[in-house]
């Protein structure tokens, strides 16, 4: 079935070390797709969105860019804060099918000052 | 209070106990969700209600009973779980129908102990 593939974790980096997180896709359809955050004790939020092949979604400096050839959805960012700290999800809708998501399983990233 | 609300937030019960577990939302969707989070797994959608209306059921057990009284308020029922079934209980919103993708609004959880 139709699924979401992350990297594992998890990743640890220090201040201001360039981050990339993967995420890979499976859809029969034309999916958007999302990356979500969830900080220490609270739900998950969005981050970032992109809607059709080549879309780049950013949000608080983080990038991510639909790649239809590749089925893949990067989360990536130049410069990493301790605030930065959290659980990032990748996941992918598909159109007519409204709010309901396939999320990844999650990859926990650590940033240390 | 803003957002979506669950309660409670921790919740530990025996194998042969009743629970319930409560989301609101006052956002004014009307698109409503439960979603579980076991660690180091997807997140699973469980239910889906649209308008009130269940529109997914993702092959939950029937131990597991959701009820959506109105577009602001869902429940999950809880009867005779299993150990296996501890894990954190996310409640989610959006705006109705099937049209293109809707951004989910999360509750911060309630995180369930089976003993």
């Known amino acids: 079935g139709d699924s979401v593939t992350q990297m594992e974790g998890p990743v640890t980096l220090s201040e201001e070390a360039f981050l990339t997180i993967n995420c890979t896709y499976t859809?029969?359809?034309?999916?958007?797709l999302f990356w979500y955050v969830q900080y220490p004790g609270e739900g998950l939020q969005l981050l970032l969105k992109?809607?059709?092949?080549?879309d780049k979604g950013s949000n608080k400096g983080f990038e991510a860019t639909y790649r239809k050839e590749t089925t893949s959805f990067h989360l990536e960012k130049g410069s990493v804060q301790v605030s930065d700290s959290a659980v990032y999800f990748c996941?992918?809708?598909?159109?007519?099918?409204?709010?309901?998501?396939?999320f990844g399983q999650g990859t926990e990233l650590s940033v240390k000052p | 209070e803003t957002g979506v609300t669950q309660t409670p937030r921790h919740l530990v019960m025996g194998m042969t106990n009743k629970k319930s577990l409560k989301c609101e939302q006052h956002?004014?969707?009307?698109?409503m969700y439960w979603y579980k989070q076991s660690a180091k797994k997807p997140l699973e959608l469980m239910f889906v209600?649209?308008?009130?209306?269940?529109?997914e059921n993702n092959s939950v057990p029937s131990r597991f009973s959701p009820e959506c009284p109105n577009s602001s308020h869902l429940f999950l029922h809880l009867h005779t779980l299993q150990p296996e079934d501890s894990a954190l209980y996310l409640c989610a919103s959006s705006l109705g129908g099937t049209g293109t993708h809707r951004e989910l609004f999360f509750g911060e959880g309630s995180r369930l102990t089976v003993l």
């Open positions: 996941a992918r809708g598909e159109r007519g099918e409204g709010g309901k998501l396939i």
């Open positions: 956002l004014g969707h009307n698109a």
């Open positions: 992109a809607t059709k092949a080549d």
């Open positions: 859809a029969t359809g034309y999916p958007s």
């Open positions: 209600y649209n308008f009130k209306e269940q529109t």
